[in-house]
């Protein structure tokens, strides 16, 4: 019965699924691996934010190119940006994070996609927006919309600011707690050493009856 109900809720999910931005992806990209992502955009102007939430010095090379191999953007190190660009034509762009820089940190890093302006809630429901002008109360949830729409996307911000920072601390008290057993080992060996060297220094030391010298 599970098995029943977990394939009718994933046929329900992709009948009402809507292709809506902002697109949001969190990965983690290996110690000298490069990794492109693309996506369809229709023209209009859109924003390109990445953050390296955490791995090495929190830095990452950078490629966005258009569908003609055109450099939109290019970093090399970078830790974080927002990217403004405009759409002239429909196609296939290209996103690509590189670290073949590092041999040894893999890097976690996260990208969101959206056009400029945030869509309208016809626009995430898939609807046709209409050109009439929209009433009061059409007015207001919009405007609600986009306040939390930018919420959310400050909100995101924040929170992997802050997965960042546990993953560092997790990192930190992983080598503490380490290092103070290695140093708990060292202090036991050498307070057993100091203890069998002093009772080997103040041992009596009796000698034998048969060696011992008989009076005159």
Known sequence: MPLLLNILLFILLNAF??????RRVTFELPDGER???????TPTKYV???????????DIDLLVEDPTGKTISQAERASHDEIFFNVA???????CFDNTFSSVSHKLIYFELRPEAFESLADEAGQP?????????????ELV????SRAETLQI??????????????????????WSCAVTVV???TTLGQVTVLKNFFNDKRIPSSHRVSPM
């Open 187 to 189: 202090i036991l060996v």
């Open 48 to 58: 390109f934010m990445y953050q390296v939430i955490y791995g090495g010095q929190l």
């Open 145 to 148: 919309h986009l306040y939390l």
């Open 129 to 141: 927006s209409h050109a009439t002008a929209l009433s009061l109360i059409e007015s207001d949830v």
């Open 89 to 95: 034509q429909n196609g296939s762009y290209k996103f």
């Open 35 to 41: 990794r492109c992502f693309y996506q369809d955009l």
């Open 157 to 178: 911000e924040l929170k992997n600011r802050e997965l960042g920072d546990r993953m560092v601390a997790e990192d930190l008290n992983t080598a503490v707690l380490l």
């Open 17 to 22: 699924y809507v292709t809506a931005y902002p």
